[in-house]
């Protein structure tokens, strides 16, 4: 996604940034996982099962002192270091966190990715970017099929001001787990900041029907809102696509409504809106455009909710997070249809 300009001269400057980027990054914060834990005695298992019931009651201070206990009857007890390094960190003790996370990382264990990304949090909640950057990025080399550490490397490409570089990792967080709803809201993120309204839009919507009432449920329902109310941009960012026409439709959808005499409700005009792009999406110009990660990701699974005729229940279910009493309403008395929903994205996110 190139979003400042795709002009060549920028292009290259964007190239030669990467460059530079990756360099700055070659030197790993982590060493390579060569050492071999000791498996636990007896002693050890009852003091590790103790310390895990003090740990889920928010009891951190007493789990430590059992873990510690464990270490010192076995130093090489790697489930024990993490352990630490997971209650140092709800303690707020980020550097005692680093400290054991990135000992444990030292020894060849299944779980690596964990340990991983228990450091690279260490360093993002120590604000030290770089580092944690450093991390996901070594982290990444070792398990590219892990949708949290590529999601892990969006987040902290986004928060060093790399919005290409942070959209290229969500899309990867996407394309391996398809249901990974803090991914797609990330990139809708970078969509809507960016005047990629349609793919925003898309990208936004999706998240909330993954997770209609949890995280930043709230927060995504406002930027539709203000993706639905907002004019035409005019631009001529077509990398994820051609979607003038339909940021027209919707416009157009919108000023009709409102030019009519009797006033209509919100979520009316934003239902309006959505099911004319869901016609949108599946007329042929839209269809046969190149292929992009919006129209493999996006646009293919709105045409089957389109296709189903499920267009309708899915504004519906996206939006059971307000306080419209009408949307649970409507919900309750279509469960056939919800649930023909459900079962169309549990398929997509196979």
């Known amino acids: 996604m190139y979003i400042y300009t795709r002009m060549m001269v920028l292009r290259l400057t964007w190239v030669i940034t990467l460059f530079f980027l990756i ?14 834990p000791v498996p636990a005695g007896q002693a050890e298992k009852q003091l590790l099962q103790q310390a895990e019931l003090d740990f889920k009651q928010g009891k951190f201070n007493p789990a430590l002192q059992k873990l510690q206990q464990v270490l010192k009857l076995n130093p090489d007890n790697v489930e024990a270091m993490y352990s630490m390094a997971e209650s140092y ?34 360093y993002q909640l120590l604000d030290d970017p770089w580092n944690a950057l450093r991390t996901y990025r070594f982290a990444s080399s070792v398990y590219p099929k892990d949708p949290r550490i590529q999601y892990r490397l969006g987040d902290t490409y986004a928060y060093l001001d790399k919005p290409e570089l942070a959209a290229e990792s969500f899309k990867a967080a996407i394309r391996l787990n398809p249901s990974h709803a803090a ?6 993120t970078l969509y809507y900041m960016n005047d990629y309204h349609t793919p925003a839009l898309l990208s936004l919507s999706l998240a909330l029907l993954l997770e209609p009432k949890q995280g ?18 005019k631009n001529n960012k077509k990398d994820e696509g051609d979607f003038q026409s339909v940021d027209t439709a919707l416009l157009a959808r919108r000023v009709n409504l409102l030019d009519k005499t009797e006033k209509e409700m919100v979520f009316e ?82």
């Open 23 to 36: 360099s700055g990054c070659s030197s790993v914060a982590l060493a390579p996982a060569e050492r071999t």
């Open 89 to 122: 960190l709800l303690l707020e003790k980020f550097k005692k966190s680093l400290e054991f996370s990135k000992r444990a990382a030292t020894y060849k264990t299944e779980h690596l990715a964990d340990i991983y990304l228990l450091t690279g949090k260490s």
């Open 183 to 188: 991914s797609h809201f990330q990139l809708g």
């Open 216 to 233: 930043p449920a709230a927060l995504i329902r406002k930027n539709i809102n203000d993706l639905l109310g907002s004019e035409v941009v």
């Open 269 to 350: 005009i934003i239902k309006a809106q959505y099911q004319t792009l869901f016609k949108q999406l599946n007329t042929a110009k839209i269809k046969n455009q190149k292929k992009t990660f919006v129209m493999d990701s996006y646009v293919v699974f709105y045409n089957k909710v389109y296709l189903q005729g499920l267009d309708e229940t899915f504004v519906y279910y996206i939006f059971q997070g307000s306080q419209d009493k009408a949307i649970g309403n409507w919900l309750e008395k279509h469960p056939g249809r919800v649930k023909q929903l459900e079962e169309l994205v549990k398929k997509y996110s196979l």
